[in-house]
Structures are given as C-alpha cells and as structure tokens.
C-alpha cells in the first residue's frame, strides 16, 4: 500500500505564512510527479502546484509569485510553502503523486486525505 498524509494546515492570519508537507510511505519504488490541489467549500477541486522528478514546476496562476512547491526525494516528500495568504486560499489542501510500487509496474496516482487551511483575521 502506499499512503501518503499532509500535515501543517492551520489557522493563518491574511498576509501570514503556512508551510504544507506531504509525506508518502509504503512499498514505493519510484514517485514521479507529485502536486498539490484545493478545494474551497462549495467549489471543485483545483490543481495549486505540481513538481516532476527532476524538479520542474508549475502553478496556478491565482498563486504564483506567492506559493513555492519543492520536494525532497531522498525523504519522499513535497512541499507547499503559501505566503500572502488571502482569504480566498481558504480551502482544504490535498496532495497526490504519480507512484510506482515495483519496477516494471505502472504508475497510478494516489491521494492524501487533506489538511485544512484558513485564512481569516
């Protein structure tokens, strides 16, 4: 199985700073994309950020200049740091990633359960 668990969602002040970590565990023999998407209350799921393998990034245009998407191989782990926060990045945060459990297997994408991110004063 291979499990993946975000953690450092909170309560933020607008302006203010959060950092995300998602982790994945499991019987994993490579991962290669990984992203973070949002979704807001009564809104779609929205893709945020997404990093390859070999560190090439993209984002959403309402983030960028704002969020940062990195990861660490070595530790299977990617990151999400939001600065600028606004109210309207209020939403719960999930990460996904592109993972091969056994080499010559395929690829399939597997989910976090989310880690909820409020914006308010």
């Known amino acids: 199985q291979v499990q993946l668990v975000e953690s450092g969602g909170g309560l933020v002040q607008p302006g203010g700073s959060l950092r995300l970590s998602c982790v994945a565990s499991g019987s994993i023999f490579s991962i290669y994309t990984m992203r973070w998407y949002r979704q807001a209350p009564g809104k779609e799921r929205e893709l945020v950020a997404s990093?390859?393998?070999?560190?090439?990034?993209n984002s959403a245009d309402s983030v960028k200049g704002r969020f940062i998407i990195s990861r660490d191989n070595a530790k299977n782990t990617v990151y999400l740091q939001m600065n600028s926060l606004k109210p309207e990045d209020t939403a719960v945060y999930y990460c996904n990633a592109d993972v091969v459990r056994y080499r010559g297997y395929k690829q399939y994408i597997y989910w976090g359960k989310g880690t909820l991110v409020t914006v308010s004063s």
């Open positions: 990093v390859t393998s070999d560190g090439i990034t």
